[in-house]
């Protein structure tokens, strides 16, 4: 009997970009205040991020990130919403942020084409 493969179909609006960097991200938490967290983004699409953090987030939480716009400098903030969290085996989470579709289009599109391409 020979094995089958079940393709699962893809669930994403927007193709993934696979670009692995360290952005600085702020908790907008009304009870806790402002924390900086450090994340490791490891993809990126016009909706959204994946990235590995130290600290655990919950599904529905606000975050502004602080996402460079070139290679040569300048930084554009872009508010997201963490979709999911889950923690890895090596004791870090693995997250899902989708951007706010009115800040998506600042720094998505061209200027995520030209990072990914260096």
């Known amino acids: ?6 393709f699962v179909p ?3 609006r927007h193709g993934r970009t696979r670009l692995e960097m360290r952005l600085r991200g702020i908790r907008l938490d009304p009870d806790g205040g402002d ?12 909706s959204g991020l994946g990235a590995k953090g ?3 987030f919950y599904p ?4 502004v990130l602080c996402l460079p716009l070139s290679e040569t400098g300048g930084r554009r903030s872009i508010y997201a919403t963490i979709v ?3 923690p890895t085996d090596e004791g870090s989470y693995r997250v899902g942020l989708e951007f706010d579709s009115t800040s998506a289009g600042q720094w998505c599109g061209t200027a995520t084409e030209s990072i990914a391409a260096a």
Do not use: A, K, N
């Not at 009997?1 to 079940?6: D, F, Q, R, V």
């Not at 900086?36 to 490891?42: G, K, S």
């Open 35 to 46: 924390v900086v967290d450090m994340l490791e983004m490891t993809d990126i699409s016009r």
């Open 84 to 86: 999911r969290c889950r």
């Open 10 to 12: 893809e669930r994403r």
């Open 1 to 6: 009997m020979g094995s089958e493969l079940s």
């Open 60 to 63: 529905g939480q606000r975050m």
């Open 54 to 56: 130290e600290r655990g």
